[in-house]
Structure formats: structure tokens, C-alpha cells
């Protein structure tokens, strides 16, 4: 806790690596409550990323040392998550109430731990979540569809429709206060490499090598809100097709979230396909109802494309302009997990387009 509470001193300082390198074995018998052992999960992702990530790009470290690998991993696999900082650590678990009577909002919300990047880090990790705050009346909604398509309830479902629609639209509204509080140099040039990970990455091409774990280096990938477990749940309620590569990617990045957030999605995923009982229903206003929601997923979607553009492709452009020799590494290629950044984007914003419903074709049939 020393560490991870100092990690943006330590780090700039160039000392994190050295302490971390005269750690005992940390020991995982005092962890009793799911609560703990998230706080350790969490705690033990940043320092590990901070760790391998100290020196920059230029020399990032090829092993975790024992006194932080093995216990990360084996509170990893008492979590059912992996041996890296995820989305569901830095984004959902690492925040606290200034006032724990105030509201929930900017102003009143702190980090539990951060990285270098000041207000930059803050306004980055504090937005993400409060947009992921925003999406929880959506999964209500879902629940809402998913109940009422047990017995055919339209008005039901189109409740539930128009509270994941109203969902959506509050998570683009709130998305939009990440340009007051996060600079686009300050995030591309200090904060993102200590989201990256360890796999399809050029920088650790051949992964992490956990000392005391595994003989061979392991491959994991960084966070990303590929693994938003919210959005994957609007997905499958609205059973969008992503193509191949982009459906794999999808896919992959479930292994990085709470298996109950899995078993959600899945549970979703097994429905009966809402969007052909839309299609076969003569309800004129449930297919509203439902393009309306999908809608609001693609417009969501566009927004972010057009939010990493301004703050990853951008300053890499700049960057290389500049002659930086390493700014297309791991950066306008691929995404933190290990994605290709802007045609994954595109692709599955496409993708939830191809879901609208027309509504000739419907009546039609």
C-alpha cells in the first residue's frame, strides 16, 4: 500500500523498480473478503505496471520480480480476473467520496491510486467511471427486455428499450466532460504506456516473463474500454454481428472482466434474438424503440472514434512530424489491449449500424 499510494513519486523518481526489487514475498493468508482482495488486485496492477513501465518505452521491464508476481497472480486466480491492471481495477474499483454523504459527481469523486499525469490521470480515470455510472439504468433496462421477452410483454420491452436509450444518450453526455479535464498531450505523452500490456505489443514482443509463476514470458493485454462490460451487455441485448476479427477481439476481452459480468453478458448473449422478434412483431413503435436504442449505441460509438482521434492519433501524428522514433509504437497501430485502434473502432461502429431495423421490412414481413 506504501507503494501504490507513492507510485507517481516513485515512478518519476526512478525508485519504484529498486524497492519493489527488496520486497519480501508478499503473503496472501490476512485477505479474506472479496473486498480485500480487489483492493490487492488493484494495488498490485498499478505497482506492476508501474514497475514494468518506470523507464518509458525505451526500456521497459522483461520480468516481474517474485515478490510482486506470485502474489499478484494468486490473488488473480482467487478473483477469476488476470495478472494485469484491468479496466474493472483502474476504471470501476479505484475511486472514493470525498464526502460520503455528497453526490457522486466530478467534483466529489478521488482516486484510490494513480500514475503520472496530474489532473490528466484524474479527469481520465474519474470521467471513464462516471460514464460507466451512467450505463447502470441501461443494464436495468436490459434486465427490463430481458424479463418481458419471457412472456412477449411489448410495452415491456419498450420500456425497457427507451431506458437503455436514455442510458446511452446520458453516457455520451457525460463522456463529453473528458475534453475539460483530460489534456491530449499529457495523456498520449505521460499517461497511456502504463495502460499497456504485454501482448501484440512491439515493445514486450514476447510478453512478461511472472518470476515464480511461469518459466515462460505470459501475454496480457493492457485496459481498454474494449473490456467495458456495460457496453458488451447493450451488444448482446441488441445482438449486434461484429465481423471475425473484431467478434474474436470482443471476445478476448471478456477474459479481463468479473466473471459475474461474464455470465451477464452470456446470459444476454442466450436469449432469443430480440432484434428478429422485433423484425417479426407488426409493432411500428417497438421497432422505434428498438432503432432508437441501436442508435444511440452507434452515435456513442462515433463519439469515441472521434475521442481517440483527438487524443491518440493527433499528438502521434505530431510526435512522429517531430521525429519521436518511437510514436507509432504500440500507439496509433494498436490500442492499450492490443487492438488495431482505428479500424477496430470503425469496424464495430459499422457494425451496430447494420443492426437498424428498416422499417418497410419490417411491416413487410
Known amino acids: 500500500m506504501y507503494l501504490a499510494n507513492n507510485l507517481t513519486h516513485l515512478i518519476e523518481s526512478h525508485k519504484l523498480r529498486e524497492l519493489v526489487d527488496e520486497m519480501s514475498v508478499l503473503s496472501l493468508h490476512l485477505l479474506t473478503t472479496h473486498k480485500e482482495l480487489r483492493l490487492a488486485h488493484l494495488a498490485l496492477g498499478f505497482i506492476s505496471s508501474g514497475y514494468v513501465w518506470q523507464e518509458g518505452k525505451h526500456a521497459p521491464a522483461q520480468t516481474l520480480p517474485k515478490a510482486l508476481a506470485l502474489p499478484f497472480w494468486l490473488v488473480s486466480r482467487r478473483l477469476g480476473l488476470p495478472a494485469i491492471l484491468t479496466y474493472a481495477d483502474v476504471i470501476l474499483a479505484n475511486w472514493k467520496l470525498k464526502d460520503p454523504t455528497g453526490d457522486i459527481d466530478i467534483s466529489n469523486v478521488d482516486l484510490i491510486f494513480s500514475f503520472p499525469g496530474g489532473d490528466t490521470a484524474r479527469g481520465f480515470f474519474i470521467v471513464s467511471l462516471l460514464v460507466e455510472m451512467a450505463a447502470s439504468s441501461g443494464l436495468k433496462g436490459a434486465l427490463m427486455v430481458m424479463h418481458a421477452m419471457k412472456t412477449s410483454d411489448l410495452i415491456g420491452i419498450q420500456r425497457g428499450l427507451i431506458t437503455v436509450t436514455q442510458s446511452l444518450k446520458k453516457m455520451k453526455e457525460v463522456f463529453q466532460l473528458m475534453h475539460n479535464h483530460v489534456d491530449p498531450i499529457e495523456f498520449f505523452g505521460t499517461l497511456r504506456i502504463f495502460l499497456f500490456g504485454w501482448r501484440d505489443n512491439p515493445l514486450l514482443p514476447n510478453g512478461l516473463l511472472y518470476e515464480g509463476v511461469s518459466d515462460e514470458p505470459v501475454a496480457l493485454s493492457g485496459s481498454s474500454a ?140
Request: proline fraction near 4%; glycine fraction near 4%; charge should be neutral.
Open 226 to 365: 474494449g473490456q467495458s462490460s456495460a457496453v458488451q451487455c447493450f451488444d448482446a441485448l441488441l445482438c449486434i454481428q461484429h465481423d471475425d476479427e473484431s467478434g474474436a477481439f470482443i471476445a478476448h476481452m471478456r477474459d479481463y472482466m468479473p466473471p459475474a459480468h461474464c455470465q451477464l453478458i452470456e446470459r444476454l448473449s442466450a436469449l432469443p434474438s430480440l432484434r428478429d422478434f422485433v423484425f417479426c412483431c407488426s409493432s411500428s413503435d417497438l421497432c422505434q424503440a428498438y432503432n432508437a436504442c441501436v442508435s444511440a449505441l452507434v452515435e456513442l460509438r462515433s463519439y469515441h472514434l472521434n475521442t481517440v482521434t483527438k487524443y491518440v492519433i493527433v499528438p502521434s501524428n505530431r510526435a512522429h512530424a517531430m521525429g519521436c522514433p518511437l510514436s507509432g509504437v504500440a500507439t496509433v497501430k494498436t490500442g492499450t489491449a492490443g487492438s488495431s485502434l482505428i479500424i477496430f473502432l470503425k469496424s464495430v461502429r459499422n457494425a451496430t449500424k447494420k443492426a437498424l431495423i428498416l422499417e418497410t421490412l419490417s411491416a413487410s414481413n
